[in-house]
DNA sequence: CCATTTAGATACACGATTGTATCTAAATGA
DNA sequence: TCATTTAGATACAATCGTGTATCTAAATGG
């Protein structure tokens, strides 16, 4: 065996190696893909060989899913507590976003059968699938402003889960963290409004005690 | 070659041969997913072979591509006009819905590398993930609730986009056309009151002329 | 320090898929 | 009808991943 490399001949045990095998996986996972991923391919990154992964995971979605567990126990996410709703979740969006983007791209890991071949987002293959601009949307909205209906300049482009089901949105479709702009505009053009909205005409909902 | 099962010996050729390569592919596609997809089994199902595939499209992704691009130039959706933006938008998502949910499993079909293999939707890898409930939207808003900032009970569970993000958030997650409750939910309880909200306090744009 | 465990290397047979080459016969057009 | 095209069958080598078996030597625990 070759001993240049790094760690002088130090062979891995436990735990420690369990470790090094999940964090190749998970990388594996986020570069190739689920389907992309091989048992070969997770043994030489963590510098091992494929029987040592088959003693602990014999199936691809076992080691997978424990490679997910093992990535996410690493950094938990600590939910904020900053007095106000507001600030919860302007500092909950920015948090998730930064230390979840990994897992939008885990999740498009998945999608990156095609993506990761191909080297296409979501977002890039919805273009070329679609075309350029003009779609449903768009046409049906201009309509609508063409009628007076709506003033578009006036609808900013972006309530309980809607800043979440966005944000995820969001980062399966362009792989990034969000931006800060699009923080401000879920949550203060559109998430809060709804929600003075829903609790000035909402229904008359009493507290059960 | 056997000549019992249908079509009496006849050997199809240029666009019907074509045409019957794309929808074998799509079909493909949307059962076994990009990275699942083999030119084996498209000649199979299109009941021929190999050669005949690769003759025309060498790669798997201009294939694919290809196959996507005539499955929607089969069935292109027109576009609603119902002389209103919140029927205009009923029927749409509606419509976009029904005929786009194979776009959405054709997507997750890319996911499908995990999902495919072992039954898993996205929505159910989530909840494996994430484990039963309490994730952080509920405890933030759980916690403003008891502050008085927000009434979940108030509150629907779910802007210019903010309709089709979310449908197609909705496909993604649970891979069925979405519920009449959904749309309901999106254009009469989002959608149209922050239109309603942005064009009373939006800013004061005037026409450029 | 010896016994036990187990990491890591290597090798193997197996199956699936690829991409091409080759041959035939069916469709088409002049 | 005959020439040209090309669909479709078949076969092939080559590659890649799988899952297991086997052997060695390093780590660990008593």
Redesign the pocket.
């Known amino acids: 065996?070759d001993l240049e490399a790094d760690g002088p001949?130090?062979?891995?045990?436990?735990p420690e190696?369990e470790a090094a095998l999940l964090d190749a996986a998970w990388d594996e996972l986020t570069e190739k893909g689920y389907s992309g991923l091989?048992?070969?391919?997770v043994a030489e990154r963590a510098?091992?060989?494929?029987?040592?992964i088959?003693?602990r995971w014999?199936?691809?979605e076992s080691l997978v899913l424990a490679a997910i567990r093992h990535h996410y126990d690493a950094e938990p996410i600590d939910i904020p507590d900053t007095g106000s709703l507001r600030g919860d979740l302007y500092a909950l969006l920015r948090l998730a976003s930064d230390r979840r983007a990994d897992m939008a791209v885990m999740i498009s890991a998945q999608l990156a059968g095609l993506f990761s071949e191909t080297g296409m987002s979501l977002g890039t293959a919805r273009e070329r699938l679609l075309g350029q601009g003009t779609i449903w949307d768009t046409v049906i909205l201009t309509r609508a402003q063409e009628r007076g209906e709506i003033d578009l300049d006036a609808v900013p482009a972006r309530v309980q889960s809607l800043p979440f089901d966005l944000m995820r949105h969001e980062l399966l479709m362009t792989h990034e963290p969000v931006s800060d702009e699009f923080i401000a505009t879920v949550v203060d053009e559109m998430f809060l409004p709804l929600v003075a909205h829903h609790m000035d005409y909402g229904n008359g909902v009493v507290p059960p005690d």
Chains 1, 2 share one sequence.
Do not use: I, K
């Open positions: 065996m001949s130090t062979r891995r045990r436990g190696l091989t048992f070969d391919a510098h091992t060989s494929r029987p040592v088959y003693r014999s199936e691809r």
